[in-house]
């Protein structure tokens, strides 16, 4: 199963109100595992950066002059076919979602439906209700270590939402899950049992050293017996 953790940056937080698209980043995920497939991309939104996105993101105007505009295609042709037929995942999606069709209808692109889109936050706030469902948070409860944290960026935040979305459907031990669907790919799937040998393999004891052995458990007396049944037993296991 292929989705694509994805997090933009905006110039402000209002899409209907002239907010923009400043960074996008995007991570490729198989499985729940990242491939190392990442689209990224700083965007000149025709508009001044927010004191407050500033703050957050460290992103400034002087940063944007000169990247290409959303339009470009080098970002809104690329960035869809990165997207191909994925399901997209998005910590508090509507967010993102919002800002990318707005894009997208500018340009003159038709809008991405919202079936198509997971929201991360939404799944944690599930899974732990009441509790803090950041991403700051979640990366702290499952141990994920988020120091170059600084400022928010889209890329990393994807790169962080990878682990987090990872551990909210069940770990890591859930790539080595041997009740997993049929799954022939490197990430996960059911084992599938080892061939046996068509011959067993020929006993590695030699007539002397069988000989030998019955000689000295005969020692035994009536115990002898049994011994050498159970000599017999553990031979043809090897066999």
Same mark, same amino acid.
């Given at each position: ?15 209907? @109100? ?29 508009? %001044? ?21 959303? /339009? ?20 508090? *999606? ?16 038709? #809008? ?7 929201? %991360?936050? *939404? ?22 270590? %988020? ?11 994807? @790169? ?35 061939? @046996?040998?068509?011959? #067993?393999?020929? %006993? ?6 069988? *000989? ?6 005969? /020692? ?7 011994? @050498?049944?159970?000599?017999? *037993? ?6």
């Amino acid at each position: 199963m292929r989705e694509i953790m994805f997090d933009v940056e905006t110039t402000g937080l209002f899409h209907d @109100q002239g907010d923009r698209i400043i960074e996008i980043g995007a991570v490729e995920v198989v499985n729940f595992m990242p491939t190392g497939e990442i689209f990224q991309a700083y965007v000149d939104p025709g508009r %001044s950066v927010s004191k407050e996105t500033i703050e957050i993101t460290g992103i400034t105007d002087d940063m944007l002059e000169g990247k290409p505009r959303f /339009e470009d295609p080098e970002i809104v042709d690329k960035l869809l076919a990165f997207f191909g037929d994925a399901r997209i995942v998005a910590h508090n *999606a509507k967010f993102d979602h919002g800002f990318l069709n707005m894009e997208l209808k500018r340009c003159g692109y038709d #809008p991405i439906p919202y079936d198509r889109w997971l929201d %991360s936050a *939404a799944m944690a706030r599930t899974k732990f209700p009441g509790s803090p469902v950041s991403l700051d948070a979640l990366c702290k409860r499952f141990n994920i270590n %988020s120091d170059a944290r600084t400022f928010h960026g889209a890329l990393l935040d994807s @790169q962080l939402l990878a682990e987090v979305y990872l551990e909210l459907n069940g770990g890591r031990h859930r790539t080595f899950s041997f009740d997993a669907n049929d799954g022939d790919d490197e990430f996960g799937g059911r084992r599938k049992p080892a061939k @046996q040998r068509p011959n #067993p393999l020929p %006993s590695l004891i030699t007539e002397e050293e069988r *000989a030998a052995h019955f000689a000295y458990i005969s /020692e035994f007396g009536a115990k002898s017996r049994w011994l @050498q049944s159970t000599w017999d *037993a553990a031979e043809a296991d090897q066999g």
